[in-house]
């Protein structure tokens, strides 16, 4: 089998799968944007994989797959600072919730106090 269409579907086949997690609310569109950017510009490239080749000989690779290990490379960066990013926002969210908790409990307590 051509390594081209093996491409193809191991992309296609992770698409799907990254749509079907958002649709059993298993990952929120939000996370699922990145991977399903990835997935879709690895079809692209595996269907033009001729660009795949320009690409890389204008960036100066000597192999096309060091441009791909390269891409990926920066790509999983990325995902992994917007994981982070996500990440400090939930802590912050928690961390006031904690608060917004403690307050309600001291009220709570004062109230049965004048009980």
């Given at each position: 089998?051509?390594?081209?269409?093996?491409?193809?579907?191991?992309?296609v086949?992770?698409?799907?799968?990254?749509?079907?997690?958002?649709?059993?609310?298993?990952?929120?569109?939000?996370?699922?944007?990145?991977?399903?950017?990835?997935?879709?510009?690895?079809?692209?490239?595996?269907?033009?994989?001729?660009?795949?080749?320009?690409?890389?000989?204008?960036?100066?690779?000597e192999?096309?797959?060091?441009?791909?290990?390269f891409?990926l490379?920066?790509?999983?960066?990325?995902?992994?600072?917007?994981?982070?990013?996500?990440?400090?926002?939930?802590?912050?969210?928690?961390?006031?919730?904690?608060?917004?908790?403690?307050?309600?409990?001291?009220?709570?307590?004062?109230?049965?106090?004048?009980?």
């Amino acid at each position: 089998m051509n390594i081209h269409v093996v491409a193809i579907v191991v992309s296609v086949v992770i698409f799907l799968f990254v749509i079907d997690l958002v649709r059993r609310r298993k990952l929120t569109f939000k996370y699922a944007m990145g991977w399903l950017l990835v997935s879709a510009g690895a079809i692209f490239f595996a269907v033009f994989y001729h660009l795949l080749f320009f690409f890389a000989a204008l960036l100066g690779f000597e192999l096309p797959s060091n441009f791909i290990f390269f891409a990926l490379f920066c790509v999983f960066v990325f995902l992994s600072l917007l994981l982070t990013v996500f990440l400090c926002q939930q802590n912050n969210r928690n961390d006031a919730m904690a608060q917004k908790i403690a307050l309600l409990e001291f009220e709570l307590k004062e109230l049965k106090k004048k009980n």
